[in-house]
């Protein structure tokens, strides 16, 4: 044999995505276009069951979406027109501090001013008292925008470019059926309508073939498993372990209502809203047509009525005659992600609680590493597998220290869940060691140790400061070159605040305008 010649024996032509909805049609796009680009003659086969309906709860999106939609081939006006999408610039927790009234702050989606150059967060610490201010509105400018109720781009923008960084909240049934279409109509995914009944296995463990519940059986060389919260393959032909972390995350039950505006010219939200409760949260996003609130909560802190009854209050009168819709909530991922030649993305791979909206986000970001770095032959697959597991181990933890982060630094003690969530038992290591280090340094690149963290720095500052986290940074002399530099920030974040009110256009009436006249393409 040749050196090279067992590779190219090997090579990895044809790729079959198990399950639909979101996961499974983002994954179809992303490889079929990926291979459109480059010119690589890999086929893109999706096959889904007609029976299993789309679970359809991660709402919220990350800006990486944009980047998604863009190498795809998705316009930004098809997408807001067909999916009802709106814009996001972040998310305002309410109650989750003291719960007193006055109780709220931003996680918006811009750094702070400046966060290339210059961390502002000592010289806010220690700002004048003339200079009452939170963090979010000291460093940037984009929670004065949400209060506003405006965008963050204008109608004559190009398409997936602001003014300020976004993301969008959108309908994820109908987002799974503009992917589909584009997939079969632009891509050439081919779409197969199937149950899945058996796989066939090689002898050294590779997925050969998937035998349909008709008799048909699909080749590949590459399985994309997207079947859910069922996880066929990777759990059910592998086996491999579910690693729980409801130790540390309580929340195992959710509850969605769909909630129609009042009059057609409501306002529209352009942030998420998560509102602390008893025993969970409330979120509530603003869609084109619609709201989407929902009940996040653990069920060993209250019961299913008392959590119904809870969101019904929260919504009001308009909850009136409107149905729920129970989701569980099983919080963990897989031990391995990467197994032989089979890949869980999506619900297969883990869950947990969609605060700060990581499940759309995570679906990309595994198939940003895999369609760029598609293994062309099965001998590069162990490898690339090895790296994938050994990343998204990494990605899973860091998301449930950072949502973690939301709880521990309550200072709520009426009920039994925020009590118990501040429980040293339940915070991770990694995170104790953190908070320590950030009661006298301020968060930085350096404090982890992942070149590319799913949450950076900049949003660790702002859920502790935005929590009112004691912390004790040294006093940066006024004098200084770095408090003349932080100065000259401030200033220019208070003049593109000034100059975005006067001229960014109302959330609805820019919804509006793209949905009559369409943005400008690139």
Request: charged share 20%; glycine share 8%.
């Amino acid at each position: 044999m040749f050196p090279g010649e067992e590779a190219v024996n090997g090579l990895v032509q044809h790729v079959v995505v198990v399950g639909g909805g979101s996961a499974g049609w983002i994954a179809a796009c992303r490889l079929a276009a990926q291979a459109k680009r480059s010119g690589s003659g890999v086929r893109v086969t999706l096959v889904e069951s007609t029976n299993v309906p789309t679970i359809g709860v991660g709402e919220g999106t990350w800006p990486t979406m944009r980047n998604t939609l863009a190498k795809i081939g998705i316009t930004e006006t098809d997408f807001i027109r067909s999916c009802d999408a709106a814009f996001k610039q972040g998310a305002r927790f309410v109650g989750w501090t003291d719960g007193s009234p006055a109780d709220g702050y931003y996680h918006p989606l811009n750094p702070p001013a400046g966060a290339t150059e210059i961390d502002l967060a000592p010289h806010w610490l220690h700002r004048p008292a003339t200079e009452a201010a939170d963090f979010a509105s000291w460093v940037d400018f984009q929670a004065t925008l949400c209060d506003a109720g405006l965008a963050p781009k204008t109608i004559l923008m190009p398409e997936y470019a602001g003014h300020a960084n976004y993301a969008y909240h959108l309908d994820a049934g109908k987002f799974a059926t503009l992917l589909r279409d584009h997939a079969v109509d632009n891509l050439g995914v081919e779409h197969v309508l199937g149950d899945v009944v058996r796989p066939h296995m090689a002898d050294n463990g590779d997925i050969t073939d998937i035998e349909l519940g008709d008799g048909r059986r699909l080749a590949g060389d590459l399985f994309v498993d997207c079947t859910g919260f069922a996880a066929l393959l990777i759990g059910g032909v592998y086996g491999v372990p579910f690693r729980r972390c409801s130790d540390v995350l309580f929340a195992d039950r959710a509850m969605a209502m769909q909630v129609p505006y009042d009059g057609e010219d409501d306002d529209i939200t352009c942030h998420t809203v998560s509102t602390a409760q008893d025993a969970g949260w409330i979120w509530d996003i603003g869609l084109w047509t619609r709201r989407g609130v929902g009940h996040v909560y653990s069920s060993a802190h209250t019961s299913d009525d008392a959590a119904e009854a809870a969101l019904r209050r929260y919504v009001g009168p308009r909850a009136d005659g409107l149905s729920v819709r129970r989701i569980g909530i099983d919080a963990g991922h897989r031990e391995r992600f990467w197994q032989n030649n089979c890949v869980a993305v999506g619900l297969s791979a883990g869950f947990i609680e969609p605060l700060e909206a990581s499940a759309l986000m995570l679906i990309e970001t595994s198939m940003d590493a895999i369609a760029d770095r598609f293994p062309r032959t099965r001998s590069a697959m162990d490898v690339m597998a090895h790296q994938f597991n050994d990343t998204f181990r990494h990605h899973w933890q860091r998301i449930i220290e950072f949502l973690k982060l939301h709880y521990v630094l309550t200072k709520r003690t009426d009920t039994a869940f925020w009590r118990d969530n501040t429980a040293p038992s339940s915070i991770p290591d990694g995170l104790r060691e953190r908070l320590d280090l950030w009661r006298h340094h301020s968060p930085a690149p350096q404090d982890f140790d992942h070149a590319r963290e799913v949450f950076s720095w900049p949003s660790y500052q702002y859920v502790l400061h935005g929590m009112q986290f004691a912390s004790d940074y040294p006093r940066v002399d006024a004098a200084s070159p770095d408090a003349v530099m932080a100065g000259r920030f401030v200033a220019r974040n208070d003049r593109a605040r000034a100059d975005l009110l006067h001229r960014a256009p109302r959330h609805r009436d820019l919804l509006r305008a793209v949905r009559d006249h369409g943005l400008q393409l690139v």
